[in-house]
T-cell receptor, first 115, second 115 residues
Framework: DAGVIQSPRHEVTEMGQEVTLRCKPI?????LFWYRQTMMRGLELLIY????????DSGMPEDRFSAKMPNASFSTLKIQPSEPRDSAVYFC?????????????FGNGTRLTVT | AQSVAQPEDQVNVAEGNPLTVKCTYS??????LFWYVQYPNRGLQFLLKYITGDNLVKGSYGFEAEFNKSQTSFHLKKPSALVSDSALYFC?????????????FGGGTRVLVKP
């Protein structure tokens, strides 16, 4: 089991640039979550998918953020245009969905720095 | 709406002493409760969960947690702390009847175990 795989591990970009973060969930998991972690706000749920369908995107901060899950093995989180306040660690997590009690399995995150 | 509170930002304990990390929750229905641990530059790792049944739940690395419905608490405990237990600990809650696996996390408690 390779676990949840995120890429890149680190991303440094300039304000105004487009940023794309990638996630490969654990095979067989049908729920996928994007979280953001900062010192000020802690761990925030941005969006989650069940069976590739977005269920709750109420945590997406603004229209600059978008997420897709074109198939069961891949998801992206895009920020366009990026701003310095988007600097954070972004985590992807997956689990068995529905009404199971399966815990979330987290990737090691992407540390984004926007200058 | 569901919420979780971890009242202590940091807990300091000497190696070999008992460790307790506090968590209280608020949900409208029956809760599912989880503890996760985060080591530096890593994603969150699942420690244990309470779904139903015995109020004392045992998990990984010698940790356990006690569910107390009347006090709406789910404190994490370890009888004898190790220096390697130094990390960031998160409590999380999901409503029993909620669709999907959407978890709400507390703000985290940093544990420092001194030799």
């Amino acid at each position: 089991d390779a676990g949840v795989i995120q890429s890149p591990r680190h991303e440094v970009t300039e304000m105004g640039q487009e940023v794309t973060l990638r996630c490969k969930p654990i095979s067989g998991h049908n729920s996928l979550f994007w979280y953001r972690q900062t010192m000020m706000r802690g761990l925030e749920l941005l969006i989650y998918f069940n069976n590739n369908v977005p269920i709750d995107d109420s945590g997406m901060p603004e229209d600059r953020f978008s997420a897709k899950m074109p198939n069961a093995s891949f998801s992206t989180l895009k920020i366009q245009p990026s701003e310095p306040r988007d600097s954070a660690v972004y985590f992807c997590a997956s689990s068995l969905g529905g009404r199971t009690n399966s815990p979330l399995h987290f990737g090691n995150g992407t540390r984004l720095t926007v200058t | 709406a569901q919420s979780v509170a971890q009242p202590e930002d940091q807990v300091n304990v000497a190696e070999g002493n008992p460790l307790t990390v506090k968590c209280t929750y608020s949900v409208s229905g029956n809760p599912y409760l989880f503890w996760y641990v985060q080591y530096p530059n890593r994603g969150l790792q699942f420690l244990l969960k309470y779904i139903t049944g015995d109020n004392l739940v045992k998990g990984s690395y010698g940790f356990e947690a006690e569910f107390n419905k009347s006090q709406t608490s789910f404190h994490l405990k370890k009888p004898s702390a190790l220096v390697s237990d130094s990390a960031l600990y998160f409590c999380a809650v999901r409503e029993h009847e909620a669709a999907g696996n959407k978890l709400t996390f507390g703000g985290g408690t940093r544990v420092l175990v001194k030799p």
